[in-house]
C-alpha cells in the first residue's frame, strides 16, 4: 500500500480523521474533519513523524534544517528531525516562541540557528499566516525558506480561486509537500463499503469547493 494511502488509514484509525457534518472555519460544512493536535500520545507521534519523513524523501526537496512555528509545529519538528536521523539523515532544527525572551540567551528562536535552507512543517496550511510568520523569521535570520510540508492539504477553496496552499506556493514560490491529499482521501474510500455515504459526500464536497491538483 503506497504510504499515503497507509497515512489515511492510519488517521482514520486514529479518530484524526473524521466523517460527519462539520462547519468550517469560513462557515462551509464539511463532511470531515482532520484534526492533527489528536495524534496525542507518543507511538501516534511517532508514526506521524514516519509519514513525514517518506513524504520529505519522496519530495526531493534540498533544505539544511527544519523549523517548526509555535504551537502545532512544535512537537512536529522535535519527532520530524528524529525520524529523519533514524533514516540516515541528521539535522538540526528550531521553533520560534510567540514571545521574544529578553534573558538567558534571548530571542525567541529556540534550538539550532537559522541557517541555510530551511524547511517549514506544520500541520495543515489554512490562512497561511504560521507560513507567512516563518517565512518572516527565516528570511530575517539570513537563511532561506525552501518549502513547506503539511500532513493533509485539503484542495479547497478559500475566499478566492486559489486554495490555501496554492496560495503559498504563489505568494513564496515555494513547494507545499503533503503527506496526503483530499484526492488520497477519496481514493481511501472509494471501494470500501462502510464508508460509501462518506465518499458520496466528500466528492460532493469536492465539486463545489474543490481545487484541482498543483503542479
Keep these: 500500500m503506497d504510504f499515503r494511502q497507509e497515512f489515511i488509514e492510519f488517521a482514520v484509525g486514529q479518530d484524526v480523521l473524521r466523517f460527519g457534518e462539520f462547519e468550517t472555519k469560513a462557515g462551509r460544512?464539511?463532511?470531515y474533519f482532520f484534526n492533527a493536535g489528536l495524534f496525542n500520545d507518543g507511538a501516534a507521534l511517532g508514526r506521524?513523524?514516519?509519514?513525514y519523513a517518506k513524504a520529505i524523501g519522496v519530495s526531493g526537496i534540498r533544505f539544511d534544517g527544519l523549523f517548526g512555528p509555535a504551537y502545532k509545529g512544535i512537537?512536529?519538528?522535535?519527532v520530524i528531525a528524529v525520524a529523519l536521523a533514524r533514516a540516515g539523515r541528521n539535522l538540526p532544527f528550531s521553533f520560534n516562541r510567540k514571545e521574544a525572551k529578553d534573558h538567558g540567551e534571548g530571542g525567541n528562536i529556540v534550538g539550532a540557528p537559522l541557517a541555510g535552507r530551511v524547511l517549514i512543517v506544520d500541520d495543515v496550511i489554512s490562512a497561511g499566516t504560521s507560513v507567512r510568520e516563518s517565512v518572516d523569521l527565516i528570511?530575517?535570520?539570513?537563511?532561506?525558506?525552501?518549502g513547506v510540508v503539511i500532513a493533509l492539504d485539503r484542495m479547497e477553496r478559500g475566499r478566492g480561486a486559489l486554495s490555501a496552499v496554492q496560495e503559498v506556493k504563489r505568494d513564496y514560490d515555494?513547494?507545499?509537500?503533503?503527506?496526503?491529499?483530499?484526492d488520497d482521501l477519496l481514493g481511501f474510500l472509494h471501494g470500501?463499503?462502510?464508508?460509501?455515504?462518506s465518499e458520496v459526500a466528500v466528492e460532493r464536497y469536492r465539486q463545489e469547493y474543490g481545487v484541482a491538483r498543483s503542479s
Design 174 to 182: 515555494i513547494p507545499v509537500i503533503a503527506v496526503a491529499s483530499l
Design 48 to 51: 506521524l513523524a514516519e509519514f
Design 75 to 78: 512537537p512536529l519538528v522535535a
Design 192 to 197: 470500501r463499503p462502510d464508508f460509501t455515504q
Design 139 to 146: 528570511t530575517a535570520a539570513g537563511a532561506t525558506p525552501c
Design 29 to 31: 460544512l464539511s463532511p
